[in-house]
């Protein structure tokens, strides 16, 4: 019975810590925070944190292979999208959300070709990016046959369970 009275004012003390934790993740660079906490033998306290994935827009490969003949374009194709990115990805009826909390990479392997595009049709069960979570790479596949839209995160980016991470239409 002592264990549950010290466990209760651990979970006081607790509350707080997280609380700090989250206030120090918000107000800083960092995208992840991990800690653990031993109180002894059999109690002991661990906490991991991460922002939400950064919502981030690609500009067309191939406006970016080719500047000299197309200099307005790339400056036009922002201002054209700007309405769309206030919008909440994960609503548009093409997002693909992550099925799993991990890291997202958007090719098999660093320096690796990304799987796929903007612009870049896709047939259903294609995959389109690899969610890493404990150590298994998982293979996200396109639910649909369609073509790739908008790629809403960067390479090796941390990714929470439902977020938005392609459209696909």
Same mark, same amino acid.
């Given at each position: 019975? $002592?264990? @549950? $009275? ?7 003390? @607790?509350?707080? =810590?997280?609380?700090?934790?989250? &206030? ?7 995208? !992840? ?9 059999? %109690?002991?306290?661990?906490? $991991? ?21 197309? +200099? ?26 992550? +099925? ?8 098999? !392997?660093?320096?690796?070709?990304? =799987? ?7 047939? &259903?069960? %294609? ?33 929470? =369970? ?8």
């Amino acid at each position: 019975m $002592s264990n @549950d $009275s010290q466990n209760g004012k651990h979970h006081e003390g @607790d509350v707080a =810590f997280i609380q700090s934790l989250a &206030e120090l993740l918000n107000s800083s660079d960092l995208s !992840e925070l991990s800690v653990k906490r031993e109180y002894g033998e059999h %109690d002991r306290l661990t906490v $991991s944190l991460s922002k939400h994935a950064r919502q981030v827009t690609y500009a067309a490969p191939v406006a970016a292979a080719a500047p000299a003949a197309a +200099p307005q374009a790339p400056a036009a194709a922002p201002a054209a999208q700007l309405p769309a990115i206030t919008e909440d990805p994960a609503s548009l009826p093409g997002a693909v959300t992550s +099925p799993m909390v991990g890291t997202a990479y958007l090719s098999a !392997e660093p320096g690796a070709a990304p =799987f796929v595009q903007i612009g870049q049709a896709v047939a &259903e069960g %294609d995959t389109l990016l690899i969610v890493e979570a404990m150590k298994t790479m998982n293979h996200i596949p396109a639910p649909r046959a369609g073509v790739v839209k908008r790629i809403l995160i960067d390479d090796g980016t941390p990714v929470e =369970f439902g977020a938005p991470l392609m459209v696909v239409e």
